[in-house]
């Protein structure tokens, strides 16, 4: 999927919500765990209760992996059962010495190797260039690299000064020169809404997906305001605000409640912050 693509079905559903799949099989609605693949199942009906709301879908892979081939089974069905209009995220958090992260890149971008065909996966950048560029090779495939993670480890390394820069500016400024603005993207987690601007101001035209509004905490106002750029430039993530808004046998209406609220949301923001 192109930039352009991508942010035409923002303007059409007047969102940028994305759903995230972190699909645990020990918080499913009884009822779905004696069908034949509760996961793919739950998947499903999140799916078709969201995707009028939702402009892409970020399944976490490590909820598959943990049940081997049985797993990547219920991924690619839930990968071919997503609207081909909506934009794909394997959120896989990958990263290796350069002949490793080339066969990663095939895992999740070529279909004739694993069955899988994302438009787009997580990268750890700390190994360094070679590391990254092995994903950069498939064309109209993106690189959504992390830079500014929402989790409390964050600080660990991603604050800390190198030279007269913070970690993550130098990881935002230096991997520019690997890709352009068509092919990466940055994780920007949406508890750090206040760093926003640093981020913005190195980045200005790049995509970030921004995780942790919703149950973290983060403000989609602030992620909006700041975050905001010609092209929306904003993907936000929500997951278990969304996908386990119930526990019962109506958790995929819940689900299109909430995803409808943050949409409603959304389409606000659009109005006040896209930059004309």
Known sequence: MTKQELFGQILSKKSYLCVGLDTDLQKLPKHLLDT????????KQIIDATKQYAVAYKPNIAFYEAFGAKG???LQKTLAYIPKECFTIADAKRGDIGNTSGLYARAFFDPNSSGLDFDSVTVAPYMGEDSVTPFLTFPNKWVILLALTSNGGSKDFQTLSVGNKALFEEVLTKSQEWGTDEQLMYVVGATKADMLAQVRALAPEHFLLVPGVGAQGGSLEEVSKYGMNS???LLVNSSRAIIYASSG???AEKAAE???????????????????
């Open 258 to 276: 909430e995803a409808q609220k943050v949409q409603a949301e959304m389409a606000q923001y659009l109005d006040l912050y896209l930059k004309k």
């Open 231 to 233: 092209t929306c430039g």
């Open 36 to 43: 034949e693949d509760p996961i793919f199942e739950f998947n």
């Open 249 to 251: 046998e109506d958790f």
């Open 72 to 74: 990547w089974e219920s």
